[in-house]
């Protein structure tokens, strides 16, 4: 049972205890980002027993939404800074692009893999790969926009250095590969 003074609605990116109680829930910070693994179950297929094509987009937002509550930066208090800094602000997907390689299936335990790409003023791009068993499945490059009254502003600070962060990462290890 959660104590009310413990946890209260998107106040912290984490609740005391819950990594300890609940290791992996949201997944873990990998090199250059996140991965999530999660099961697929009955309500995620279609009548066929496939994974229905949008329920990949939920998927990859759990991966987004955790990979941001992993980096400590609490969304509750992200939100409350922002709105003095930006009143009427909120997190619209700007663009997506998917590729839908192989489905996936009742019962597969698949891992969300979100990258931080680039962060620039009012937007990061992220790549995420929805795999099986190391296989990629579908992968998406994701632009997400900050706007506030109804134009792009500036990405809050907190969440601009901790992506950008792993932005670097991605950047460092690609040059490493292609050294090779």
């Known amino acids: 049972m959660v104590r009310e003074n413990e946890i209260r609605q998107g106040e912290r990116a984490v609740a005391p205890g819950e990594l300890e109680t609940h290791p992996g829930l949201a997944g873990r910070l990998i090199d250059g980002g996140h991965c999530l693994t999660l099961r697929v179950y009955y309500e995620d297929t279609d009548f066929s027993g496939i994974v229905y094509h949008a329920n990949y987009l939920k998927f990859m937002e759990r991966g987004r939404s955790d990979y941001i509550r992993l980096l400590g930066v609490a969304q509750g208090e992200l939100f ?9 602000f909120h997190f619209v997907v700007r663009s997506m692009q998917l590729d839908f390689r192989k489905p996936a299936q009742i019962d ?3 891992q969300v893999v979100t990258l931080s ?12 790969q929805v795999m099986r068993a ?6 998406a490059t994701v632009r997400v926009a900050f706007v506030s009254e109804g134009r792009a502003k500036r ?3 907190a969440l601009r250095q901790a992506t950008a962060a792993d932005a670097q990462k ?3 290890a690609a040059a490493e590969g292609a050294a090779r």
């Open 80 to 88: 409350a800074k922002a709105r003095e800094e930006a009143p009427g």
């Open 108 to 110: 597969d335990v698949l």
């Open 117 to 128: 790409k680039e962060v620039s003023g009012a937007s990061i791009t992220l790549l995420q």
């Open 134 to 139: 190391g296989e990629v499945l579908v992968s």
């Open 155 to 157: 990405i809050p600070d």
């Open 170 to 172: 991605l950047e460092a």
